[in-house]
Every structure is written in structure tokens, then in C-alpha cells.
């Protein structure tokens, strides 16, 4: 069964960067099909999508934090990892990794949802 | 950017209720890339349907999801106890994922 497990460095200061990163266990970050998602919840709001890295190494950010972040995965390792620089007050949250599933068929995808979510890693800016 | 709009904010049931959750979206979404998450206090987001109707493993056949286009819902037949959370909509499209805001399931 897969794990996922985040950490990070819990408070960082104002204009500085914060790195995280999600440690997979039970499955490998080079599985075919699945992708492997950063996403944050402000406290008391909702959730925001950060950005996804694919089992093949193919990216895609959120417009709103794409010139700040960027995710890289390490595959000796089996972790995968978010940057975000110039951290502001706003970006403080609780950050989840999460690992999602896409399957091609007959020129379509179908996909199969966020199934596995780490417990999260809180960050504070300040 | 796709938004997506959730209604009501917050729906006051009792146990053994049927619960409705609305999810519309301001353009047509794919779908195959609209899922239902549930997220209780202090815990991560759980999986609850994906592909607008498909149920995740392990999930109860009292949770069912319907829609297409615009308008997506998510139906619990016979509310139990565990059940009181919030439900987040979530789809996929050319900028990436969205999430709704949101729905807090409560006790009435």
C-alpha cells in the first residue's frame, strides 16, 4: 500500500524560499500512470492546487504560482519535491502531496483521482 | 481557468437523511476529470468519486455522483455519522486542477 509522507522545514521567513519534500513508500515514484501532486490548504479555507510532476518527468503549475515554484522528483531517492521562493505571509498553509492516476484510451484519458494523500506539513511564513 | 462554484456552503442534516451537493462550473468540464473529495477535521482529503460517477475503492454505495457539462452533484443516500464533512469538487482542465470551495456537511 502506498505512503506518502511529507516534510519540510515548518517556518520559513518572508521573501525567502521553502523547500518540501513528499517521500513515497510502499510504491515507486516511477510507476507508470501516476502523477504526483503538491496542493495547500490555508488555515480554515480550501484547497489549492500547486503543481503535478508525472512518472515521466513532465511538469505542470498552477498560472497563480507557476513564477515562483517549481517540483522535481528524485527517483533514487523515491521522493519527490516543491520549491517555492519569495514566500509570503499568503503562503502560509498545510501542504499535502498527493498521488493521482491518468490512463490513456482510445486517444482519451480517463482519470482515476487523488487516491493517496500524505497527512500534510504545515508551513508558516514569518 | 475553470471555476467551480459549490452549493450550499453549508447543508444542516440529521443521520438518515439524503444529503444533495451541487458543484456547477463556469465552462463545460470533461466529465472523465471531474472527482469528489471528503475531508473531516485534522485529516487529509479523501477520494470519493471520480469520472463524475465512479466510486474509489472502498467507498460506500451510499455516496453516488451524477452531471456533465457544467452542473455535477453529489448525492449520500442515507446520511451516517461519518459522514458529516467537507465535500470539495475538484476537475481538471487546460490550466490544471481546480478545487471548489467547498461544502460543510453538518448536523442539524
Known amino acids: 500500500q502506498v505512503q506518502l509522507q511529507e516534510s519540510g522545514p515548518g517556518l520559513v521567513k518572508p521573501s525567502e524560499t521553502l523547500s518540501l519534500t513528499c517521500t513515497v513508500s510502499?510504491?515507486?515514484?516511477?510507476?507508470?500512470?501516476?502523477?504526483w501532486n503538491w496542493i495547500r490548504q490555508p488555515p480554515g479555507k480550501g484547497l489549492e492546487w500547486i503543481a503535478y510532476?508525472?512518472?515521466?518527468?513532465?511538469?505542470n503549475y498552477n498560472p497563480s504560482l507557476k513564477s515562483r515554484v517549481t517540483i522535481s522528483v528524485d527517483t533514487s531517492k523515491n521522493q519527490f519535491s516543491l520549491t517555492l521562493r519569495a514566500v509570503t505571509a499568503a503562503d502560509t498553509a498545510l501542504y499535502y502531496c498527493?498521488?493521482?492516476?491518468?490512463?490513456?484510451?482510445?486517444?482519451?484519458?480517463?482519470?482515476?483521482?487523488?487516491?493517496?494523500w500524505g497527512q500534510g506539513t504545515t508551513v508558516t511564513v514569518s | 481557468e475553470i471555476v467551480l462554484t459549490q452549493s450550499p456552503g453549508t447543508l444542516s442534516l440529521s443521520p438518515g437523511e439524503r444529503a444533495t451537493l451541487s458543484c456547477r462550473a463556469s465552462?463545460?468540464?470533461?466529465?472523465?476529470?471531474l472527482a469528489w473529495n471528503q475531508q473531516k477535521p485534522g485529516q487529509a482529503p479523501r477520494l470519493l468519486i471520480y469520472?463524475?460517477?465512479s466510486r474509489a475503492t472502498g467507498i460506500p454505495d451510499r455516496f453516488s455522483g451524477s452531471g456533465s457539462g457544467t452542473d455535477f452533484t453529489l448525492t449520500i443516500s442515507r446520511l451516517e455519522p461519518e459522514d458529516f464533512a467537507v465535500y470539495y469538487c475538484?476537475?481538471?482542465?487546460?490550466?490544471?486542477?481546480?478545487f471548489g470551495q467547498g461544502t460543510k456537511l453538518e448536523i442539524k
Open positions: 498527493a498521488r493521482d492516476r491518468w490512463v490513456e484510451y482510445s486517444s482519451d484519458w480517463n482519470y482515476y483521482g487523488m487516491d493517496v
Open positions: 510502499g510504491g515507486s515514484v516511477s510507476s507508470g500512470s501516476y502523477y
Open positions: 510532476i508525472s512518472y515521466s518527468g513532465s511538469t
Open positions: 465552462q463545460s468540464v470533461n466529465s472523465n476529470y
Open positions: 469520472g463524475a460517477s
Open positions: 475538484q476537475q481538471y482542465g487546460s490550466t490544471g486542477y481546480t
